[in-house]
Nanobody
Framework: QVQLVESGGRLVQAGGSLRLSCAASGPTFDTYVMAWIRQSPGKEREFVAYITSGGGLTYYADSVRDRFTISRDNAKNAVYLQMNNLKPEDTAVYYC???????????????WGQGTQVTVSS
């Protein structure tokens, strides 16, 4: 089991950058695939990116590819999301999530943080 706590969300202007962090607790963090998933008001949760347990493979949604970068530091039990060239449509609550396999469907992730709000103003 793993507990997740996100941080770093705030108000930012369009075109700006932001780095989200997710701190994990639990002895088996380095066995989990980690993902970032977001949800905008009135919309379903949307997959953003995942990174495999060792960090060797990443995968992104088309909407964020080439703008966002997911990374992890297993020594620090942390995963990050670097977001560049932010757009108003990136406004959402961003969740860190964990699973034992790679999924692009949010419902397949077993463990979730409480989320951090990112707001991008135009």
């Amino acid at each position: 089991q793993v507990q997740l706590v996100e941080s770093g969300g705030r108000l930012v202007q369009a075109g700006g950058s932001l780095r989200l962090s997710c701190a994990a607790s639990g002895p088996t963090f380095d066995t989990y695939v980690m993902a970032w998933i977001r949800q905008s008001p009135g919309k379903e949760r949307e997959f953003v990116a995942y990174i495999t347990s060792g960090g060797g493979l990443t995968y992104y949604a088309d909407s964020v590819r080439d703008r966002f970068t997911i990374s992890r530091d297993n020594a620090k039990n942390a995963v990050y999301l670097q977001m560049n060239n932010l757009k108003p449509e990136d406004t959402a609550v961003y969740y860190c999530a964990a699973a034992l396999r790679t999924y692009s469907r949010p419902s397949h992730y077993s463990y979730w943080g409480q989320g951090t709000q990112v707001t991008v103003s135009s």
